[in-house]
């Protein structure tokens, strides 16, 4: 089965530190692609960050990195200098090439970023 | 460029009423997808679609009918609402014909069936 395993169902972390996030996946694909989702109070799902699995590299998007583990199917991300406004749900996801797009979704990760 | 749109933003209905949910579209995307948001279920899919005149079941599909009579919108209808009901409804989007897998979402609708 294709799963997606958020660990954390709440963090913390003070402003202008640094958070990671976990996720995990499992697929028997080899080509697929990640991603985070932010969800705020406003409800609004935001596309934080995508990885294609056939790239070594890890995608970065300013303060947004991931730690992308194709072996360990491990997807975490990190957020630099974190600010009040990273408050929010944060989903990880990914979806086979060819699979209809269907996403599978992890449950979240509740993070709170305090003054 | 509105992107995702979602009809209406709130809803009440009584138990047994109907409502059909609009989600409408304007990037040409070919996919289009109902999702519902429950607290710690995070998001599940109800119905898909991969094209004008498509429509496929997701992992939720009961109690609930769609149509896509044209590309750009989704309907989601709920002809005999329940409580259990009661939820978040996400649409979202994605292209078809390239290889960006991003969805895009519209702002939801909050539905409370009493």
């Known amino acids: 089965a294709q799963t997606v395993t958020q660990s954390q169902p709440e963090m913390s972390v003070q402003e202008a530190e640094t958070v990671t996030l976990s996720c995990t996946y499992d697929?028997?694909?080899?080509?697929?692609?990640l991603f985070w989702y932010k969800q705020p109070p406003s409800r609004q799902m935001i596309l934080v960050i995508r990885?294609?699995?056939?790239k070594q590299q890890n995608a970065t998007e300013n303060r947004f990195s991931v730690n992308f583990q194709k072996a360990a199917k491990s997807f975490s991300l990190k957020i630099s200098d974190s600010q009040l406004g990273d408050t929010a749900m944060y989903f990880c996801a990914f979806i086979n090439a060819g699979n209809n797009r269907k996403l599978i979704w992890g449950l979240g990760t509740s993070l709170a970023v305090n003054p | 460029n509105a992107g995702v749109t979602q009809t209406p933003k709130f809803r009440v209905l009584k138990t047994g009423q109907s409502m059909t949910l609009l989600c409408a579209q304007d990037m040409n995307h070919e996919y289009m997808y109902w999702y519902r948001q429950d607290p710690g279920m995070g998001l599940r899919l109800i119905h898909y679609?991969?094209?004008?005149?498509?429509?496929a079941k997701g992992e939720v599909p009961d109690g609930y009918n769609v149509s896509r009579l044209k590309k750009q919108n989704f309907l989601l209808g709920l002809e005999s609402a329940a409580p259990s009901q009661t939820s978040v409804y996400f649409c979202?989007?994605?292209?078809?014909?390239?290889?960006?897998?991003?969805?895009?979402f519209g702002p939801g609708t909050r539905l409370t069936v009493t």
């Open positions: 990885q294609e699995a056939y």
């Open positions: 679609s991969v094209g004008e005149g498509t429509t």
């Open positions: 697929t028997s694909e080899n080509n697929y692609y």
């Open positions: 979202a989007s994605t292209m078809g014909a390239t290889l960006s897998y991003e969805q895009y």
